[in-house]
């Protein structure tokens, strides 16, 4: 089991940027792929974005429709972080976001944190 740590939720007005941050507290296996779920009140959790390397090598990005343009992700292999720039924010974009890795080990998750976007 990998244990996530998420960071750098809070409180935006539209048209701001956020950055999360989610570390793994352990070292993970050379291939893998971490990224992002959120869920806002009274919906589903929805995919946001995942990045996925082998090796220390990003192979693979992607993004649901409503984030594209807005959002970008990224990851460090070598002290197993990734994170989400997350600029133009809209209210539709409040949600907790959850952080996610999927591994040999199966998918573990993140404890969330919270976005707001309220003018």
């Known amino acids: 089991q990998v244990q996530l740590v998420e960071s750098g939720g809070g409180l935006v007005q539209p048209g701001e940027s956020l950055r999360l941050t989610c570390a793994a507290t352990t070292h993970t296996p050379s291939s893998v792929t971490m990224g992002w779920f959120r869920q806002a009140p009274g919906k589903e959790r929805e995919f946001v974005a995942q990045v996925s390397w082998n090796a220390g090598t990003i192979y693979h990005r992607s993004y649901t429709d409503s984030v594209k343009g807005r959002f970008a992700v990224s990851g460090e292999y070598t002290n197993d972080t990734v994170s989400l720039q997350m600029n133009n924010l809209k209210p539709e974009d409040t949600a907790v976001y959850y952080c996610?890795?999927?591994?040999?080990?199966?998918?573990?998750w993140g404890p969330g944190t919270q976005v707001t976007v309220t003018s």
């Open positions: 996610y890795i999927d591994s040999v080990f199966g998918r573990d």
